[in-house]
């Protein structure tokens, strides 16, 4: 079974910073890598960044690498972005899911998203 919680979005401005979490179970934290994703209005939810269970590995949208920082505590099971540098652009809801590595990239390895989280960023 698969629970995921999304927390931390909200208002800032351009070039600001803000930080979201996602509480998973600790099943998905041990057994998959974990990804953020985000849906912005009129647009395919897509691919925002990536981490292995070992914290070894991490991927990065190139649209977000340098501003975002993804990281994950395995023993609380929660999954974090740290957002820097924030742009209009970034304005959208985002998610947390475990995936699977691909040939075209990272899959969602849960049908059933959160609630998300909704991050406005205003200029």
């Known amino acids: 079974q698969v629970q995921l919680v999304e927390s931390g979005g909200g208002l800032v401005q351009a070039g600001g910073s803000l930080r979201l979490s996602c509480a998973a179970s600790?099943?998905?934290?041990?057994?998959?890598?974990m990804a953020w994703f985000r849906q912005a209005p009129g647009k395919e939810r897509e691919f925002v960044a990536a981490?292995?269970?070992?914290?070894?590995?991490?991927d990065y949208a190139v649209s977000v690498k340098g501003r975002f920082t993804i990281s994950r505590d395995n023993a609380k099971s929660t999954l974090n972005l740290q957002m820097n540098s924030l742009k209009s652009d970034d304005t959208a809801v985002y998610y947390c899911?475990?995936?699977?590595?691909?040939?075209?990239?990272?899959?969602?390895?849960?049908?059933?998203w959160g609630q998300g989280t909704q991050v406005t960023v205003s200029s």
């Open positions: 600790a099943f998905t934290f041990n057994s998959y890598a």
């Open positions: 981490i292995n269970w070992s914290r070894s590995t991490t």
């Open positions: 899911n475990a995936v699977t590595g691909t040939s075209s990239g990272w899959a969602p390895k849960y049908s059933i």
